[in-house]
Nanobody
Framework: QVQLVESGGGLVQAGGSLRLSCSAS????????MGWFRQAPGKEREFVAG????????YYADSVKGRFTVSRDNAKNTVYLQMNSLKPEDTAVYYC????????????WGQGTQVTVSS
């Protein structure tokens, strides 16, 4: 089992920045990748960004490219999401998740942290 705890959400004005953190504990040695997702009210959960744990390769949804940066600290078993130039449409609950192997499935999820961007 892997336990994930997100933090860093909050209320920010459009154009501002936030940094989310996700700390992992438990059987973290089995991690292939970690991802960030978000879900806005009335919408489906969507992928935001991901990072391959072993080599740090990153990938992003088109909607956040150039504004968001995902990074990791292997020693702390923590992944970060730096969010710049925030827009009201970025308002959502943000979740981190662990992927144990290549494929479409994420195996463990955090409880989420609310990000609200005011216009």
């Amino acid at each position: 089992q892997v336990q994930l705890v997100e933090s860093g959400g909050g209320l920010v004005q459009a154009g501002g920045s936030l940094r989310l953190s996700c700390s992992a504990s438990g059987r973290t040695f089995s991690t292939y990748a970690m991802g960030w997702f978000r879900q806005a009210p009335g919408k489906e959960r969507e992928f935001v960004a991901g990072i391959i744990w072993s080599d740090g390769r990153t990938y992003y949804a088109d909607s956040v490219k150039g504004r968001f940066t995902v990074s990791r600290d292997n020693a702390k078993n923590t992944v970060y999401l730096q969010m710049n130039s925030l827009k009201p449409e970025d308002t959502a609950v943000y979740y981190c998740a662990v992927q144990r192997r290549v494929g479409p499935t994420y195996d463990y999820w955090g409880q989420g942290t609310q990000v609200t961007v005011s216009s």
